[in-house]
């Protein structure tokens, strides 16, 4: 399989402890998009990355979250102290290239915060 | 107010039926339109790809977008159960950027 893989597909953890996802894109694609979906709503945009250059982050990304992507290839999403609302499908995408718009998701990362 | 407004369902149709779904947006620099389709527990999939306005056909779909209403549609002709998910639209000011959904609206076609 050669699509989007992200790893693990499912986190459960007690409320204050750290976690971290990751991602692997499709082979050769340089950029890479991280989403969170909660239940019933469409995903929303967290950060984007072109090769290991972060170049977009929403104001939903609080100072909790980090990513990174550290050789432009996968990348890894880490929420400290986590918090109930924290819990969400967190997706992953990829685009080709510069100018391509067709974003490939994962499967996703559900995490949930007991 | 949402910048992508969607009704979320759930839509129940008999299967061969003509299925509209619908969106309606705000941002009048949005220039790339999508709809991806969710299955339970899966990421989004893309079904169909427009820039600007007018139409697109891919065999039983259709995309249609009016720029000038912020309104596009997709059109799920001859349905079937296997067509059951939640329909996604999402839209782009640029190519590469990010995208922004609407909330999804669910579909069930029932035998």
């Known amino acids: 399989d050669t699509g989007v893989s992200q790893n693990p597909r499912h986190k459960i953890t007690k409320r204050g402890q750290n976690v971290t996802f990751r991602c692997d894109p499709i082979?050769?694609?340089?950029?890479l998009y991280w989403y969170r979906q909660t239940l019933g709503q469409g995903p929303e945009f967290l950060t984007y990355f072109q090769n290991e250059a972060q170049l977009e982050k929403s104001r939903l990304l609080s100072d909790r979250f980090s990513a990174e992507r550290p050789k432009g290839s996968f990348s890894t999403l880490e929420i400290q102290r986590t918090e109930q609302g924290d819990s969400a499908m967190y997706l992953c995408?990829?685009?080709?290239?510069?100018?391509?718009?067709?974003?490939?998701f994962g499967a996703g990362t559900r995490l949930s915060v007991l | 107010q949402k910048e992508v407004e969607q009704d979320p369902g759930p839509l129940s149709v008999p299967e061969g039926a003509i299925v509209s779904l619908n969106c309606t947006y705000s941002n009048s620099a949005f220039q790339y339109f999508m709809w991806y389709r969710q299955y339970s527990r899966k990421g989004p999939e893309l079904l169909m790809y427009?820039?600007?306005?007018g139409n697109k056909e891919d065999g039983r779909f259709t995309a249609q977008v009016d720029k000038s209403s912020k309104y596009i549609s997709l059109f799920i002709r001859d349905s079937q159960p296997s067509d059951s998910a939640t329909y996604l639209c999402a839209m782009s000011v640029n190519a590469g950027n990010m995208l922004t959904f609407g909330g999804g609206t669910r579909l069930m076609v029932k035998p």
């Open positions: 995408a990829s685009t080709p290239r510069k100018g391509e718009n067709i974003q490939y």
């Open positions: 427009t820039y600007s306005s």
């Open positions: 082979s050769e694609h340089n950029r």
